[in-house]
């Protein structure tokens, strides 16, 4: 590696064996970088990014260090050889640096970092792919605003003894709430949604891979490819670079992951998946993410260690690789739905704050249709979930006494056999799988009969279908908007669609699901982002049991208010039957206080809620409404 020295400003290599003590920046690129090249120009002072130099430089001499590494100059870009070492070790040179200088060019002089709208918060240091290594790996970091001037929330020190850099403070002495360390962790946490562990640490050796790449879920990065090379280091692989692959990348690092470490975690892309923007991966047909945002609920998943941790899921250390077949296996596997050909794989690591243990993370496979008894592919419209462990085994078992052993341990062991992992091939989804030409109760059909969901007014609403089961529920190839269900299934035929949107006037979402038979429809507001996963939860049976889903109506209605009160909006969802075939109908009411009228009238700005012009609005009442029921081509 190179090093800038602080003084003479002169670069110095070194390959191997002492290496002095040397500071490390961290920041973001901008226009006029000094690059390796023009160092050597008698001009390049004068280039914009030189100010992140000598900043730098000054710093770490304040420190005692004379040397510095810059990615900006200390790499040679031009060569391709020194640009792989060089993101293949850039983890470890920011882990074996003194001190980690992290330079917020966007953050003024007198921000207050723990404001909810500071410019500390709202960081573009935060949002970047390549500075999360450089977050985590550092033994100490240090914040400095645009100015130069360190921000007084203290440094991060994760070394065991006394700081390598002197004697300075990690805290600022004069404000109180800062010497508390842990409001730094919590304020970084709650910006990066990196657990405080890790932050505090920086071993993560506990964390699951997904975890990991959750972690650079919401980050970007220029290149494509550099969403993969970036994380090289945290996930503790190594790989060549391949400028042009494009997500290509991404797969191979998931590959290289795979043969470093029995990791079954890759599994739980599509957890908790529920904006707007992930609803494509519900009907995803590969075995590998597609990109880290597919693990953006992944934050806080552990590695399960101990088999008294969770005594009902086995732990193994068999290989498990990538072949032409497709992913090869072992892990515990069990039929849940044996009538649906439906079953779930128990992943073995936890969800810390979710009772740990007795919770299950579980992913719905299929067998692929054409391959042999062990060649699986994921459930569509099945997304990964959460199960309690109880739940789970009854419905396995069935067995209410289950209940109880699974709240007793040594019960537990004594009268449950440990489950044994199966050697499985995960495969890409074939085409949606027909439903079992079984006979219905009380009709000697066989042939699968079919009726359509027509959801288009639901989707101009804004709603999305997050998950359905049984997992042979399609869409029309001419219109994406209708659904097809195949009636003629021993369950029998019974079908659940779940829908979600964000809230229009406050955060979060709005879920409903549907839930069709053969000779009835209900419809009921729930909480669940997954359909498998609700009726396990609420059923004895993986029926759709009307009785037992709180589901005893054929309308729903939503209310929503705006914090102070002066908009009220109501969405209204039923269901219509015609020829056969079912509607499921959506209407949007808004109403209006005077206060907000009032507004209306003095900002007309306001209008980009977009009311229709047909609505009239006057003085004369308290609640105004725009009209009686407006069709749900509104824009959101």
Same mark, same amino acid.
């Given at each position: 590696?190179?090093?800038?020295?602080?003084?003479?400003?002169?670069?110095?290599?070194?390959?191997?064996?002492?290496?002095?003590?040397?500071?490390?920046?961290?920041?973001?690129?901008?226009?006029?970088?000094?690059?390796?090249?023009?160092?050597?120009?008698?001009?390049?002072?004068?280039?914009?990014?030189?100010?992140?130099?000598? *900043?730098?430089?000054?710093?770490?001499?304040?420190?005692?260090?004379?040397?510095?590494?810059?990615?900006?100059?200390?790499?040679?870009?031009?060569?391709?050889?020194?640009?792989?070492?060089?993101?293949?070790?850039?983890?470890?040179?920011?882990?074996?640096?003194?001190?980690?200088?992290?330079?917020?060019?966007?953050?003024?002089?007198?921000?207050?970092?723990?404001?909810?709208?500071?410019?500390?918060?709202?960081?573009?240091?935060?949002?970047?792919?390549?500075?999360?290594?450089?977050?985590?790996?550092?033994?100490?970091?240090?914040?400095?605003?645009?100015?130069?001037?360190?921000?007084?929330?203290?440094?991060?020190?994760?070394?065991?003894?006394?700081?390598?850099?002197?004697?300075?403070?990690?805290?600022?002495?004069?404000?109180?709430?800062?010497?508390?360390?842990?409001?730094?962790?919590?304020?970084?946490?709650?910006?990066?949604?990196?657990?405080?562990?890790?932050?505090?640490?920086?071993?993560?050796?506990?964390?699951?891979?997904?975890?990991?790449?959750?972690?650079?879920?919401?980050?970007?990065?220029?290149?494509?490819?550099?969403?993969?090379?970036?994380?090289? *280091?945290?996930?503790?692989?190594?790989?060549?670079?391949?400028?042009?692959?494009?997500?290509?990348?991404?797969?191979?690092?998931?590959?290289?992951?795979?043969?470093?470490?029995?990791?079954?975690?890759?599994?739980?892309?599509?957890?908790?998946?529920?904006?707007?923007?992930?609803?494509?991966?519900?009907?995803?047909?590969?075995?590998?993410?597609?990109?880290?945002?597919?693990?953006?609920?992944?934050?806080?998943?552990?590695?399960?260690?101990?088999?008294?941790?969770?005594?009902?899921?086995?732990?193994?250390?068999?290989?498990?690789?990538?072949?032409?077949? *497709?992913?090869?296996?072992?892990?515990?596997?069990?039929?849940?739905?044996?009538?649906?050909?439906?079953?779930?794989?128990?992943?073995?690591?936890?969800?810390?704050?979710?009772?740990?243990?007795?919770?299950? &993370?579980?992913? !719905?496979?299929?067998?692929?249709?054409?391959?042999?008894?062990?060649?699986?592919?994921?459930?569509?419209?099945?997304? !990964?979930?959460?199960?309690?462990?109880?739940?789970?085994?009854?419905?396995?078992?069935?067995?209410?006494?289950?209940?109880?052993?699974?709240?007793?341990?040594?019960?537990?062991?004594?009268?449950?056999?440990?489950?044994?992992?199966?050697?499985?091939?995960?495969?890409?989804?074939?085409?949606?799988?027909?439903?079992? !030409?079984?006979?219905? !109760?009380?009709?000697?059909?066989?042939?699968?009969?079919?009726?359509?969901?027509?959801?288009?007014?639901?989707?101009?609403?804004?709603?999305?279908?997050?998950?359905?089961?049984?997992?042979?529920?399609?869409?029309?190839?001419?219109?994406?908007?209708?659904?097809?269900?195949?009636?003629?299934?021993?369950?029998?035929?019974?079908?659940?669609?779940?829908?979600?949107?964000?809230?229009?006037?406050?955060?979060?979402?709005?879920?409903?699901?549907?839930?069709?038979?053969?000779?009835?429809?209900?419809?009921?507001?729930?909480?669940?982002?997954?359909? &498998?996963?609700?009726?396990?939860?609420?059923?004895?049976?993986?029926?759709?049991?009307?009785?037992?889903?709180?589901?005893?109506?054929?309308?729903?209605?939503?209310?929503?208010?705006?914090?102070?009160?002066?908009?009220?909006?109501?969405?209204?969802?039923?269901?219509?039957?015609?020829?056969?075939?079912?509607?499921?109908?959506?209407?949007?009411?808004?109403?209006?206080?005077?206060?907000?009228?009032?507004? &209306?009238?003095?900002?007309?700005?306001?209008?980009? &809620?977009?009311?229709?012009?047909?609505?009239?609005?006057?003085?004369?009442?308290?609640?105004?409404?725009?009209?009686?029921?407006?069709?749900?081509?509104?824009?959101?």
């Amino acid at each position: 590696m190179r090093l800038l020295q602080v003084y003479t400003r002169e670069l110095k290599e070194y390959n191997g064996g002492f290496i002095p003590p040397y500071a490390i920046l961290s920041h973001t690129w901008g226009k006029h970088e000094v690059t390796f090249q023009d160092l050597t120009k008698l001009d390049h002072k004068s280039f914009q990014g030189y100010t992140k130099v000598e *900043g730098c430089c000054q710093q770490a001499a304040k420190d005692g260090l004379q040397y510095v590494w810059i990615d900006t100059c200390c790499i040679d870009k031009s060569s391709s050889a020194e640009l792989s070492e060089g993101i293949n070790s850039m983890f470890q040179w920011y882990k074996n640096s003194a001190v980690c200088y992290v330079y917020l060019s966007d953050v003024l002089a007198n921000d207050d970092p723990f404001s909810t709208a500071s410019d500390f918060r709202q960081s573009r240091w935060f949002r970047r792919g390549w500075t999360l290594q450089e977050l985590l790996a550092p033994m100490e970091l240090a914040f400095f605003d645009t100015n130069w001037d360190e921000i007084q929330i203290g440094r991060i020190n994760r070394s065991s003894h006394l700081s390598r850099v002197g004697p300075r403070s990690s805290a600022i002495q004069n404000q109180a709430h800062y010497l508390n360390r842990l409001g730094l962790l919590r304020l970084l946490s709650d910006i990066t949604n990196i657990p405080k562990k890790a932050l505090d640490t920086g071993d993560f050796s506990q964390f699951c891979a997904a975890a990991r790449f959750a972690w650079a879920a919401d980050r970007e990065t220029t290149r494509v490819e550099d969403r993969a090379y970036s994380l090289l *280091g945290l996930l503790e692989v190594n790989m060549p670079l391949v400028y042009g692959e494009g997500n290509k990348a991404f797969k191979r690092l998931q590959e290289e992951v795979i043969k470093s470490r029995d990791d079954d975690s890759l599994l739980a892309w599509g957890y908790r998946l529920v904006v707007a923007e992930e609803q494509s991966r519900i009907d995803a047909d590969g075995v590998l993410a597609q990109s880290p945002f597919d693990f953006r609920h992944c934050h806080s998943l552990q590695k399960l260690e101990t088999e008294e941790t969770s005594p009902d899921v086995p732990l193994t250390t068999t290989h498990s690789a990538m072949t032409n077949i *497709g992913m090869q296996l072992a892990i515990p596997i069990r039929t849940i739905d044996s009538k649906n050909g439906v079953f779930i794989a128990v992943l073995r690591c936890l969800v810390p704050g979710t009772y740990a243990h007795r919770n299950h &993370l579980v992913v !719905p496979l299929v067998r692929t249709k054409g391959g042999d008894k062990n060649h699986f592919s994921r459930a569509p419209g099945s997304p !990964p979930f959460l199960v309690r462990r109880e739940k789970l085994v009854s419905l396995i078992k069935k067995s209410k006494f289950l209940f109880f052993l699974s709240r007793v341990p040594s019960l537990w062991r004594l009268f449950i056999a440990k489950p044994v992992s199966t050697p499985i091939y995960l495969r890409g989804s074939s085409p949606t799988p027909p439903p079992p !030409p079984t006979t219905w !109760p009380k009709s000697k059909k066989r042939e699968c009969e079919a009726t359509s969901l027509h959801i288009d007014e639901v989707m101009a609403a804004g709603y999305k279908v997050v998950s359905f089961y049984p997992p042979w529920i399609t869409r029309r190839s001419t219109n994406g908007n209708c659904l097809v269900l195949r009636l003629g299934s021993a369950n029998p035929a019974r079908f659940v669609v779940i829908f979600q949107r964000p809230k229009e006037l406050s955060t979060g979402y709005l879920f409903f699901a549907i839930c069709i038979s053969s000779n009835a429809y209900r419809i009921a507001r729930v909480d669940h982002w997954s359909a &498998l996963g609700y009726l396990m939860e609420h059923s004895r049976t993986l029926g759709v049991e009307m009785d037992h889903h709180g589901i005893h109506q054929k309308e729903l209605e939503f209310n929503e208010e705006s914090a102070d009160g002066v908009v009220r909006c109501v969405h209204r969802i039923s269901f219509e039957y015609m020829f056969g075939d079912i509607r499921i109908k959506c209407s949007v009411e808004r109403t209006y206080t005077n206060a907000r009228i009032t507004d &209306l009238k003095r900002e007309p700005s306001v209008a980009s &809620l977009q009311l229709p012009k047909s609505g009239t609005i006057s003085d004369d009442s308290t609640d105004k409404t725009e009209a009686d029921v407006y069709p749900t081509q509104l824009v959101y």
